[in-house]
């Protein structure tokens, strides 16, 4: 069978794409050849319809030579063929260096933009904050900072992290907005390389903020960014300090070698379980740490008062008319809600909330407390709780050892996890060695399955704490919360079927997925990573507060409690905010705020009202609840 032969045109094309992948020399030569042969036809149709032309062929030729020549500047002159090939030759070395001299700047601007690109150039700033790291918590830490630094001038954040610049850029761009005047600057690299830290200049910063990550190794990363810190601070006279977390409480003293003597390392987990166990034995307290922590509102303050030196503690309660006391910090040691006659002795910071560094004046507020409208009675005893486990994860077994620690006889607390995830070995284990009255059981099965849900009487439990998975490694970061929703919509299914509803706490991983949740408003969330961002924030801007928080959050500390306001005032009485201070003063407690039981579905506050000033006066209903630092 005889061979069908290549049509004509795909021979030619391959024999161009041949020549053309011999290299640049067949580049230019064919773009040469393309050249003349626009230009010497265009230039000859120029030439014989100028009425102007000369009338001889041969002139004629030379003009059209001239202007091929000025086209594609190769001088055209005319005359002996020495001279034209002398102006030809001047004019490709001119052409030479100037397309290698434009060549040579193109690359460098290039090559200048593709590293500021890469983030690959020093940071000159001093006094900013320089963060380590990217998780979902960058958008917490940053949003904090940029609101803490609304009234500086020169503000600047630092974020060194493996990743791309611009897409850094673009992800703050887009999740935060406007930074106003706080300038964000990212830069490409690894932050456990000492090489590659000086780009985000430490040496010279405010504070140096290392984000965990939500990865199986991301404690040992921890680690090597603060060893990787302290080597490229090496030499350095004043280092700046540093605010840290870890996962697990084995890197914890690892990581608090690494980081210094200046260097704090918080517990994530501990903390966030902590924190969830508060929340389900008082509904609304995350509301009120969500309040306390961020800096849109009031916040924590150390101040130092001399006018209050000697005088007992009690009295500070009801000095600031617009500042909530709630302790002091005495040689690094804090004392928050201290008995009542604790002198305040000279040196001693106060622990206060309040609006701005700026707002804690004094003045005499007791003439504003009514006694005929504070309660006399006894406070509400506490009484045995049943909580409602749904689901399994690291932090489960630090939760089920705080419900342990508190628990009165007959507590008692149920488990559903799918079989593998929690075993009664890890149950037993969780807070081992402790006697309590809690009892502890484990029920298997599925929480994303409706007939799991209808075996359990929901409506029976004092409190639900639903939990998400842990991460799995390659898994996007929302990928626990997916199971999450699934069983909240349950759960809202079962509350409108019974017309009942539940006290549900739920542990998200991702901050975008507080608008998916399906529940009700005012709800307790707990946003894992952004606890830990908020706290993080609060400690960067004053290191001294790292103390006061671990003891607030501590397991057997003082904390933030939310109480029924009728242990305090009579319901239905209209009274002061300054009489409800001075009733928790006789019970040793300082109160900061109150949640109005009528508004606790409004939002944006949900009712919440953290340090009112002492003169607002309101009509106190039986279900609404007063905010305390106090012991249980």
Known sequence: MAQRRTPFGDRARYWFDSTLARGAAALVGWMALLCLAVVVPASAVVVWTDPAAPASPADRLAEVWRLTGETLRLGGATGTPLRVMMS????????????????????????????????????????????????????????????????????????????????????????????????????????????????????????????????????????????????????????????????????????????????IVLESDTVTARLIVQAARRPGLSLVHQELLDFAGDEFYLVTEPALTGRPFAEALLSYPTSSVVGMVRAGTPLLSPPPETPIAAGDLLVVITRDDDTAWTADCAELVEEAAMASGPPTPARAERVLLLGWNRRAPLMVDQLRRRALPGSAVDVVAEPGEATARQLDESGEGEATGLSLTLHHGDITRPETLRRLDVHSYDSVI???????????????????????????????????????????????????????????????????????????????????????FSADGTGVRLRPADDYVLPGHETSFATVVAAARRRGECAIGYRSHDDSSTSPGYGVRINPPKEERRRWAAGDEVVVVARD
């Open 88 to 263: 030809v030759l001047l004019a490709l070395v001119t052409l030479l260096y100037v397309s290698t001299l434009v060549g040579l700047v193109t690359t460098a601007l290039t090559e200048r933009l593709t590293a500021l690109r890469r983030g690959r150039s020093t940071v000159l700033e001093h006094g900013h904050a320089v963060i380590l790291g990217w998780s979902e918590q960058v958008f917490t830490v940053v949003s904090e900072l940029v609101a803490a630094n609304a009234n500086q001038r020169r503000a600047a954040v630092a974020v060194l992290a493996d990743r791309d610049k611009t897409l850094m850029e673009e992800a703050l761009g887009t999740k935060l907005g406007s930074a106003g005047r706080t300038r964000l600057i990212c830069r490409s690299g690894p932050p456990t390389d000492p090489a590659v830290l000086p780009l985000a200049s430490p040496a010279t910063a405010g504070v140096v903020l290392i984000l965990p990550h939500d990865e199986p190794e991301a404690d040992a990363e921890v680690v090597r960014t603060l060893l990787a810190l302290r080597a490229a601070l090496a030499g350095v006279g004043s280092r700046p300090p540093v605010v840290a977390a870890v996962r697990d409480d084995r890197y914890l003293l690892a990581a608090r070698l690494a980081a210094g003597p200046g260097g």
């Open 466 to 552: 639903v939990l998400g998975r842990d991460p799995a490694p390659g898994q996007p970061s929302d990928h626990p919360d997916n199971r999450t929703l699934v069983t909240l919509l349950l759960l809202r299914r079962l509350e409108e079927a019974t017309g009942r509803e539940l006290p549900v706490v739920t542990e998200l991983i991702d901050d975008r997925n507080r608008a998916l949740a399906p529940i009700g408003p005012g709800a307790d969330v707990i946003i894992s990573g952004k606890l830990i961002g908020l706290l993080m924030a609060q400690i960067s801007q004053n290191r001294h507060l790292a103390a006061v928080f671990e003891e607030l």
